[in-house]
Antibody, heavy 121, light 112 residues
Framework: EVQLVESGGGLVQPGRSLRLSCAAS????????MHWVRQAPGKGLEWVSG????????GYADSVKGRFTISRDNAKNSLYLQMDSLRAEDTALYYC??????????????WGRGTLVTVSS | DIVMTQSPDSLAVSLGERATINCKSS????????????LAWYQQKAGQPPKLLIS???TRESGVPDRFRGSGSGTDFTLTISSLQAEDVAVYYC????????FGGGTKVEIK
């Protein structure tokens, strides 16, 4: 069974940093692109960032470009999101998501349950 | 970025009746070289992560009931639930993957 388990969320002050992690199991992690998608409380879905299987292609939403950094460790079956200079508008549930492709971005095939990030003073 | 616009924002349908959700993209998501529409649909029930229902505009995921049908091409797409069941109460999102990745705003489906 494919499983994605996020961790690292919490309450953080504006301007500070947080690092999210996602532990993947049940599939060959290195064969798939991966993403972070977020959902603000009571709002819709927003793609945050994606990374291809070999980390050669990385993409970011304009809203986080220059502040967030996605990375992966295929040996550890793990995906990461380093979030710097956090703002109140970054408050959301962050989902780790498996793509159905390896070297480009398609649709969001399997979702984790999310980790909540709250940015507030 | 391609803007995805869903309508209506919400709808209430009687059990057993048809529910129709529309999704319009600001530019075509039909890739001519492979004649595929780069459009997916998701279902999100309360307190749960989204679930992929349909990819390539009309291909149902394994295990998705056949009462869910995706249709359309180019810029106009529809998700139809042919006979609404109680377990279909959810918010539905469309998403394009033709250029970057963007979602529609969601459509909430309730029981009348």
């Amino acid at each position: 069974e494919v499983q994605l388990v996020e961790s690292g969320g919490g309450l953080v002050q504006p301007g500070r940093s947080l690092r999210l992690s996602c532990a993947a199991s049940g599939f060959t992690f290195e064969n798939y692109a991966m993403h972070w998608v977020r959902q603000a409380p009571g709002k819709g879905l927003e793609w945050v960032s994606g990374i291809t299987w070999n980390s050669r292609s990385i993409g970011y939403a304009d809203s986080v470009k220059g502040r967030f950094t996605i990375s992966r460790d295929n040996a550890k079956n793990s995906l990461y999101l380093q979030m710097d200079s956090l703002r109140a508008e970054d408050t959301a549930l962050y989902y780790c998501v498996k793509d159905d492709q390896s070297s480009t971005y398609w649709y969001f095939h399997v979702w984790g349950r999310g980790t909540l990030v709250t940015v507030s003073s | 970025d391609i803007v995805m616009t869903q309508s209506p924002d919400s709808l209430a349908v009687s059990l057993g009746e048809r529910a129709t959700i529309n999704c319009k993209s600001s530019q075509s998501v039909l890739y001519r070289s492979d004649n595929k529409n780069y459009l997916a649909w998701y279902q999100q029930k309360a307190g749960q992560p989204p679930k992929l229902l349909i990819s390539w505009a009309s291909t149902r995921e394994s295990g998705v009931p056949d009462r869910f049908r995706g249709s359309g091409s180019g810029t106009d797409f529809t998700l139809t639930i042919s006979s609404l069941q109680a377990e279909d109460v959810a918010v539905y999102y469309c998403q394009q993957y033709y250029s970057n990745l963007t979602f529609g705003g969601g459509t909430k489906v309730e029981i009348k």
